[in-house]
């Protein structure tokens, strides 16, 4: 029995730290495809890649649901911001911004998620979280600003479009809210890939003059986004939640920003300062910090 714990925590280990991989290189690897496909194009092959392969995962195990109107409701609307709009502000970002700056300025999401879903469910805010957003947003703040108050550059453009990825990321977990306790997990995401899938597509129109043949390397990069990041990641992730709790796998979670930074700087040639290292850094306590508490 003992032996067993030990194996399934284990594998547990090895499973967030996988995620932990698969989803810090994910910056990277859109940066990398973002020389051959636009934006929209990007995220509308990797949500429908991933729909597929979980949609074979929901038939084998026989997890098809019907779901009432309402929550096909909801779950476009999830679909809409967490997806849509958040792989559209993201993919945009990572033009103009650098794969490690994108990854600090999305880790601070649980900070404001946790802000905005106390307005929502009227739980108290307590000293400790307000000492946390205030720590987080001085973060975000340097690495946003790290090279200057400059509006007009590309640079800056870029972060405030990550910004907008994590304004959008903090609504669609509140719209999820409604559903998480309902369904089983996988069917949920297997379900909304499906419907961004379809989301996307007046979307990608406009983009299809853009379009060029993949050389190989692009080619892998997207399998993996769609494969790795987007399928196998979030089966991995809930494997850890499992053996570890979901207080320890979000805590491995405050390393993406690290794994994107190596990635960018062996793989894309980026530099990192010690303005973006402090902002990271603050972001990072702030989470350790608040989830102490949570």
Same mark, same amino acid.
């Not at 509308?44 to 995962?57: G, N």
């Not at 649980?110 to 001085?138: A, D, G, M, N, Q």
């Not at 975000?140 to 405030?160: M, P, R, W």
């Given at each position: 029995?003992? #032996?067993?714990?030990?194996?399934?925590? %284990?594998?547990?280990?090895?499973?967030?730290?996988?995620?932990?991989?698969?989803?810090?290189?994910?910056?990277? /690897?859109?940066?990398?495809?973002?020389?051959?496909?636009?934006?929209?194009?990007?995220?509308?092959? #990797?949500?429908?890649?991933?729909?597929?392969? %979980?949609?074979?995962?929901?038939?084998?195990?026989?997890?098809?649901? #019907?779901?009432?109107?309402?929550?096909?409701?909801?779950?476009?609307?999830?679909?809409?911001? *967490?997806?849509?709009?958040?792989?559209?502000?993201?993919?945009?970002?990572?033009?103009?911004?650098?794969? @490690?700056?994108?990854?600090?300025?999305?880790?601070?999401?649980?900070?404001?998620?946790?802000?905005?879903? /106390? %307005?929502?469910?009227?739980?108290?805010?307590?000293?400790?979280?307000?000492?946390?957003?205030?720590? @987080?947003?001085? *973060?975000?703040?340097?690495?946003?600003?790290?090279? $200057?108050?400059?509006?007009?550059?590309?640079?800056?453009? $870029?972060?405030?479009?990550?910004? *907008?990825? !994590?304004?959008?990321?903090?609504?669609?977990?509140?719209?999820?809210?409604?559903?998480? *306790?309902?369904?089983?997990?996988?069917?949920?995401?297997?379900?909304?890939?499906?419907?961004?899938?379809?989301?996307?597509?007046?979307?990608?129109?406009?983009?299809?003059?853009?379009?060029? /043949?993949?050389?190989?390397?692009?080619?892998?990069?997207?399998?993996?986004?769609?494969?790795?990041? /987007?399928?196998?990641?979030?089966?991995?992730?809930?494997?850890?939640?499992?053996?570890?709790?979901?207080?320890?796998?979000?805590?491995?979670?405050?390393?993406?920003?690290?794994?994107?930074?190596? $990635?960018?700087? %062996?793989?894309? $040639?980026?530099?990192?300062?010690?303005?973006?290292?402090?902002? !990271?850094?603050?972001? !990072?306590?702030?989470?350790?910090?608040? #989830?102490?508490?949570?």
């Amino acid at each position: 029995m003992n #032996r067993d714990r030990k194996n399934n925590k %284990l594998f547990a280990l090895m499973a967030i730290t996988a995620t932990v991989i698969f989803w810090g290189y994910s910056f990277v /690897s859109t940066k990398i495809l973002l020389n051959d496909l636009p934006p929209v194009t990007i995220a509308f092959f #990797r949500q429908v890649i991933a729909a597929v392969v %979980l949609a074979v995962i929901l038939y084998i195990k026989k997890l098809f649901v #019907r779901m009432p109107a309402k929550d096909v409701f909801l779950l476009f609307a999830s679909s809409f911001f *967490g997806i849509v709009l958040y792989f559209l502000f993201e993919n945009m970002g990572l033009k103009y911004t650098t794969a @490690s700056n994108g990854s600090i300025i999305v880790a601070a999401v649980p900070i404001f998620t946790l802000i905005t879903e /106390s %307005l929502f469910y009227k739980f108290k805010i307590t000293s400790r979280v307000i000492v946390c957003v205030i720590i @987080s947003i001085i *973060g975000v703040f340097l690495v946003i600003f790290e090279k $200057g108050l400059d509006f007009s550059s590309g640079y800056t453009k $870029g972060n405030l479009l990550m910004i *907008g990825a !994590m304004v959008t990321w903090v609504i669609y977990t509140i719209i999820c809210k409604s559903l998480t *306790g309902k369904y089983n997990g996988i069917v949920i995401t297997a379900y909304q890939m499906a419907a961004a899938s379809v989301l996307f597509i007046p979307l990608i129109i406009p983009e299809f003059k853009q379009w060029q /043949s993949l050389s190989a390397y692009s080619l892998a990069n997207l399998l993996y986004l769609a494969l790795f990041c /987007s399928a196998l990641a979030y089966y991995l992730y809930n494997v850890a939640v499992k053996g570890l709790g979901a207080t320890v796998s979000s805590m491995f979670l405050n390393l993406i920003p690290v794994v994107s930074i190596i $990635g960018g700087v %062996l793989v894309l $040639g980026e530099t990192v300062s010690f303005i973006q290292i402090g902002g !990271m850094l603050l972001i !990072m306590f702030s989470l350790i910090f608040v #989830r102490q508490k949570y």
